[in-house]
Structure formats: C-alpha cells, structure tokens
C-alpha cells in the first residue's frame, strides 16, 4: 500500500526552469514533509522539510508548497541548475512516530 | 556521510548464503533503520530500532532478521540471501534534523 504517491517518475528541464515535483498522502495523521535529494552512489540527504501549519516553505532556491485539504505537497526548484540533477524523494510522518514513509522518487534531469 | 558507516559498500553472494550487513554510527543516537532501494519503489523500511536490543519490523521484512546489541552497531542478516533481494541497502538514524542516511551497500545475489 503506497501511501505517499510521487509525480513525475522522471523530469528533463532545461537550465533556468522550475521543475515541479509533487507528492500526495493518504494518512491524514502524517505532519511532517521532508524532502530528500539523492546523487548516484550517495545516500539521501535531507532537502527540506515542512510542517502544516504553513503553506509554503522556502530555502534558497527550493520551495514546498502544501495543501493541506487536497493532501498534496510539491517541491519546487527555482532557477535550475545541471547541478540539480538528482533523484528527489518525497516523505512522510507524524509526531510520535519516527518512520518515515517515502515517496518512490523523482529522476531530474537539468540540461544546459 | 558523518557519523554513520556502512559496511562493506558492495558486496557479490550467492543465493542461499548467509549474509550480513553492518552500520555503525558514531553520535549515540536511539532509532536507526534499515531500508532497501529498487528503482521503482523508492525507499522501503526493512527493520528499525528504538533502543539497544529493541527492534521492529518494517513494510518489508520478510526474509531479513536484524540485531542491535550495542547503541552504536544495526546489523542486518539475509538468512539465506535470494535473487529478489539484490538492492541497495542504507542504513539511517534520525534526529531532531531529520534522517541522516549512510552511503549505502550495493548487494547482489547470483
């Protein structure tokens, strides 16, 4: 059972664009949102995370958005750059409960 | 990554062997956990701990035991390692910034 469902599975966007990332729960428990960005042959590392309690989260150039009543949570890049490219995973928990739950990952790919 | 070791990085077996992976962690801290990596399934939870000696399992656990006798030490047994469990393997542990994952262990069953 997927409870946090990620889209696109891939993304190719030129140099300077805003890829977009979205991801949606089922759980309505789950109160925190982090993302995490995976290089090849690393491991995640913790992108950005957000609370409910805001709409919008930004640090740098990356930005979450949630919606609290659809469910739904995205990651946007801002000013993208080749060396974004990365796979971008989305995730999921709630207070009291130290698992996470992850989305099944984004491929971006930032062409120059 | 700093603080969080995970042994060996790649490893080659046989189905039917025995196998296990370690993670060590330098910075004392309580929950650690094991996942696997498959392209199309993101990360999927194998085990966790909450303590020395107290572990649970995840939404994959079949066919995984795990151990953790030390505070600093998860280890990761495949009883008997099956073709379906060529993965990557990362060991993490969480704290008040979120998880910090190690650099993973790339396993493949022949």
């Known amino acids: 059972q997927q409870q946090v469902k990620q889209s696109p599975q891939s993304l190719i966007v030129q140099k300077g664009g805003i890829p977009i990332i979205n991801c949606a729960y089922e759980n309505t428990a789950f109160d925190y949102f982090p993302w995490y960005q995976q290089f090849p042959g690393k491991g995640p590392a913790l992108l950005i995370a957000i609370r409910p309690d805001v709409s919008e989260k930004k640090e740098g150039r990356f930005t979450i958005s949630f919606n609290k009543s659809a469910k739904q949570f995205s990651l946007h890049i801002m000013d993208s750059q080749p060396g974004d490219s990365a796979t971008y995973f989305c995730?999921?928990?709630?207070?009291?409960?130290?698992?996470?739950?992850f989305g099944t990952g984004t491929r971006l790919t930032i062409i120059p | 990554d700093a603080g969080i070791t995970q042994s060996p990085r790649h490893k080659v077996t046989e189905t039917g062997t025995p196998v296990t992976l370690r993670c060590h962690q330098t910075?004392?801290?309580?929950?650690m956990y094991w996942y696997r990596q498959d392209p199309g399934h993101g990360l999927r939870l194998i085990h966790y701990s909450y303590g020395v000696k107290d572990t649970d399992k995840g939404e994959v656990s079949d066919g995984y035991s795990v151990s953790r006798s030390k505070t600093e030490d998860f280890l990761l047994t495949l009883e008997s390692a099956t073709s379906s469990q060529t993965s990557v393997y990362f060991c993490?542990?969480?704290?008040?910034?979120?998880?910090?994952f190690g650099s993973g262990t790339r396993l493949t069953v022949v």
């Open positions: 993490a542990i969480s704290d008040r910034e979120g998880y910090t």
């Open positions: 910075e004392n801290h309580r929950y």
């Open positions: 995730a999921a928990s709630w207070f009291g409960n130290e698992k996470l739950t």
